[in-house]
């Protein structure tokens, strides 16, 4: 029992008492202020004994969450929802996602719980991630609730967040023990913020940003991280403004190189690594230097001399620091994730149900379980030479078995690329016809109790095959890294062909960097058909009592144009258009009809894509305000026969639709 109790015992477990719950001896030990002293390592806001301290330096790590190379994992991610109220153009995929029911996502209990086993063995800082987490309704209980643990030896507790609604929960939630606030925005423009989230906020975020800022300047203790994904071609020029955003600011700025996740249109073209980062700034500011990391630090921090923030790269593509990782995941389904980039994944969730027949744990079945009560029984019970509790006991031999299979370091940006994983947004949700295993289905091998998906490019026998066996998926020859099989053949269809897909048939925005500027044009056309006569018999005579139709349309085709990159995803913005010209003609009725409008709309730009999406666009701008204005007398019209008419420019060259040679 000398080994188990060495394994499961963390050292802040001593302080517990028996047959309470967590909650009570907070509140008890809390209550005896000369019993605590200020540690300098903690917030002000958080007290440990001294003797628990002692006893934490003297005792070793938990051996479930130190994996074979000997990296002890302390820091433990929890996504606590898979929502979230932006549509990042790097974290959604285009398609949109499914949401899972929400009998499939952790409860609140289930998350404290979960917390409370993990601090048990040792974990001291937790991060509440998402999706995005202030869209949780209990988002601010759930804290408070995590928060009472740093008593129990949490250190630290973190928020990751896109800041939109920030700044409307954050004094309760400093109050409830946050520590710290990575918040992620991409770019100081308010335009390109609408762009490259396809949602408004830009002003919500910076109003969570200066509130952090000023609760700092009372006390508060907020570490404030702003996270940048750097995409080439898309925000690369803004790296010095962000920079500069801490030359009279405690703000410290990490820019994170694109990285590929399913769906989000990832390519090599896009990626702007944390070399040319570097080059950028070091030619404003030539005296740019680098400042001493921290052991388990993710990114590599300089500072410009004299001012007050800081600069991070976080280089997962280019230089990894698998080296150093302590962190684990767990997403809002209940999964287990030791590697950000790794495809294998455990339920905890499972388990946590089985003795409630697999249905969520509400509060009511937590306190029935006794949930928080067999944590710190596990804990005490194992320093005692006890047997622990079965439910604790089969819950961190599932870790600890997750934990042992980590490799050393992720994949390789070539491997990357094309590996499957769960879209950035969905991190914390299962991936689309991954194979799950029931409990009652399998053999009994030592481990076939545990509801695993692993590796989901396999099929569902070779895992179970695999997984039975307890070999590892990856070729003996390289345990090292995360490896994935080809995907079975698809239709061959080159970018060539269609430039908006991606080798592994996901859409993106074409790279146009490297195209020739030219002089580019493109006249596309519609008609309006009007179902009775009234429209003709007005617009013969002239205004309607809105006023010209003629005149508007025009004017609305000339500003659709200009908008197009906001209506169709893949526009490429600010092409610099240099002429737009509308024409809007009224055609008499013939024997079939009641008469239509005709609109022909052309483009004009220098540059280096075409513009045949504005103006077909402003076609249909000027359509729908012809709609818009004749209305009221025929409700019954039918814009169609929108067509492109003609292009020029480009490496296709000239084309030209047959009914334009007339």
């Known amino acids: 029992m000398a080994g188990l109790c060495k394994r499961i015992l963390c050292p802040r477990a001593l302080a517990w008492g028996p047959n309470k719950a967590i909650q009570t001896r907070l509140q008890s030990t809390a209550a005896r202020p000369s019993a605590t002293v200020p540690s300098p390592e903690l917030p002000s806001h958080s007290k440990v004994s001294p003797r ?56 609140s209990p289930e998350i404290l719980y979960l917390s409370s086993l993990f601090v048990s063995q040792g974990v001291t800082k937790i991060r509440l991630t998402g999706g995005e987490p202030t869209v949780r309704k209990d988002i601010v209980p759930l804290m408070q609730d995590i928060g009472k643990l740093r008593q129990n030896g949490l250190r630290e507790l973190c928020l990751t967040t896109n800041g939109i609604s920030l700044h409307r929960k954050l004094d309760p939630m400093v109050e409830a023990g946050l ?64 920079v500069e955003l801490g030359r009279e600011k405690p703000i410290e700025v990490r820019f994170i190189e694109y990285m590929p996740f399913d769906g989000n249109k990832w390519n090599q073209g896009k990626m702007f690594p944390y070399q040319e980062m570097l080059a950028v700034i070091r030619e404003k500011y030539p005296t740019f230097e680098k400042v001493a990391d921290h052991k388990n630090d993710t ?33 809002s389904d209940g999964n287990l994730k030791v590697c950000l980039f790794g495809n294998a994944e455990v339920s905890l969730r499972d388990i946590i149900r089985k003795e409630n027949a697999g249905n969520p744990i509400d509060l009511d079945a937590m306190n029935d379980l006794q949930l928080l009560e067999t944590v710190q029984s596990a804990s005490r019970l194992s320093d005692e030479g006890a047997l622990v509790n079965e439910r604790e006991r089969e819950i961190l031999d599932i870790i600890g078995m997750a934990v042992k299979r980590k490799k050393a370091k992720h994949a390789g940006m070539d491997q990357l690329k094309d590996m499957k994983n769960r879209p950035m947004i969905l991190i914390d949700n299962k991936p689309k016809q991954r194979p799950t295993y029931s409990l009652t289905t399998r053999a009994s091998p030592p481990w076939s109790n545990i509801p695993v998906y692993m590796l989901s490019h396999l099929p569902p026998t070779s895992q179970a095959r695999l997984y039975h066996s307890g ?75 809105k006023g010209d139709v003629f005149s508007v349309a025009r004017i609305a085709g000339i500003m659709a144009a200009k908008r197009t990159p906001d209506i169709v995803p893949l526009c490429h913005p600010g092409i610099g258009i240099t002429g737009v010209e509308v024409s809007v003609e009224l055609n008499e009725p013939k024997n079939i009809d009641f008469g239509s409008m005709k609109i022909v709309a052309t483009v004009s730009c220098f540059g280096r894509t075409g513009v045949e999406m504005e103006a077909m666009t402003a076609t249909m701008g000027a359509a729908l305000t012809v709609y818009d204005m004749l209305k009221a007398v025929d409700k019954g019209m039918v814009i169609d026969a929108v067509r492109l008419l003609e292009k020029q420019g480009g490496k296709s060259g000239h084309w030209i639709r047959e009914e334009r040679v007339e």
């Open 471 to 545: 070999r590892s998926t990856a070729d003996p020859k390289d345990q090292n890294q995360n490896t994935s099989r080809p995907s079975p053949s698809l239709p061959t269809t080159s970018d060539a062909d269609l430039p908006h897909l991606t080798p592994s048939k996901t859409v993106h925005m074409t790279q146009i960097t490297e195209k020739p500027e030219t002089k580019r044009l493109a006249t596309a056309a519609c008609t309006v058909s009007f179902s009775n006569k009234r429209p003709y018999s007005i617009l013969r005579k002239g205004q309607t009592h």
């Open 179 to 242: 520590t710290g606030v990575n918040l992620s925005l991409d770019t100081l423009d308010p335009f390109q913020f609408q762009i490259m989230t396809r949602r408004k906020g830009f002003d919500a975020v910076m109003k969570s940003i200066d509130r952090i800022l000023e609760l700092n300047k009372v006390g508060a203790g907020i570490k404030l991280k702003i996270n940048c994904v750097v995409m080439r071609g898309m925000n690369d020029r803004e790296i010095l403004p962000f």
């Open 52 to 107: 628990l301290s002692t006893l934490k330096s003297a005792k070793p790590f938990s051996e479930f969450l130190t994996d074979t190379f000997n990296r002890q994992h302390d820091y433990l991610r929890i996504s606590v929802t898979e929502r979230c109220n932006l549509r990042c153009l790097y974290c959604m995929p285009e398609e949109g996602i499914d949401l899972s029911p929400s009998a499939k996502l952790l409860t």
């Open 299 to 331: 990114s590599k921090t300089y500072r410009v001399p004299g001012f007050e923030g800081r600069v991070g790269f976080i280089t997962s593509m280019t230089h990894n620091f698998c080296g150093t990782c302590n962190r684990l995941r767990i997403t």
